[in-house]
């Protein structure tokens, strides 16, 4: 646990509400989910107390436990990991909003799970727009026939796209890829008005991400410090 959290996210919210205004963008429209993976309940409750009401996951075991000891607050949780098909159910039971739905079988699962405990889930569809091997996500090119087919389910909400950029890459390359997947957003958004959600950026880039049309970004670092 870090000594004091209250000084790292009192001056991360400063930081936040002067570089909007400074770029003529409303803070209050920002939501900040504090990357809480692998983080104890201590340091969790201590952002909840700060006033961080939303936390996401990798994990279903982990959000599944974490859920339930901290089941009397008010914590709307986040899964942002690859999703295995055996953990929906977990996923569903815990979850405000799923980000990494990319797969025809876990839309199929995700909405019978929800169905079953008679719960719309709101999900997010994520993109691969950087194109690694090594992320998951939907290729840019079968975004819309994807985005079509998770949104005929009747308990599943389609509330936006996800995008992790590659950060390992010079700066120009970095930026060209938040800035393509703000207009593969807005594209989509165009077909698709109650997609309103775009999770992009991380502690690295939530500046520029929020600067070309981020509305909601995954900060853990910088909350939490450095992973171990």
């Known amino acids: 646990m870090r000594p004091n959290m209250t000084k790292p996210f009192t001056e991360f919210k ?3 509400k002067l570089f909007c205004d400074k770029n003529v963008i409303d803070n209050e429209i920002i939501s900040i ?3 809480s993976k692998k983080k104890s309940l201590q340091d969790i409750l201590e952002l909840y107390k700060l006033g961080l009401r939303d936390f996401g996951e990798n994990y ?4 599944n436990e974490k859920s339930l000891a ?4 008010n914590i709307r949780w ?3 990991g690859p999703i295995q098909t055996n953990k929906i159910a977990l996923i569903v039971k815990n979850s405000y909003l799923v980000h990494s739905v990319d797969r025809e079988k876990v839309a199929k699962k995700m909405n019978l799970e929800s169905e079953k405990i008679n719960k719309k889930q709101k999900v997010l569809v994520q993109v691969n727009i950087s194109g690694e091997a090594s992320k998951s996500g939907i290729s840019p090119s079968n975004i819309e026939e994807f985005i079509n087919f998770v949104d005929d389910f009747h308990n599943l909400e389609l509330a936006g796209l996800m995008f992790m950029p590659n950060i390992n890459q010079n700066r120009a390359s970095h930026i060209r890829e938040i800035k393509d997947s703000v207009t593969l957003f807005n594209k989509m ?4 008005r109650n997609m309103k959600v ?3 950026g991380t502690s690295s880039d939530y500046k520029e991400c929020i600067k070309e049309g981020s509305n909601l970004i995954r900060v853990g670092e910088i909350l939490f410090g450095p992973r171990l």
């Open 14 to 16: 400063e930081d936040l």
């Open 33 to 35: 989910v504090g990357v």
């Open 60 to 63: 279903a075991q982990e959000l």
């Open 70 to 73: 901290l089941s009397s607050e």
């Open 78 to 80: 986040h899964f942002m």
């Open 189 to 192: 958004k165009s077909k698709k």
């Open 198 to 200: 775009l999770s992009l």
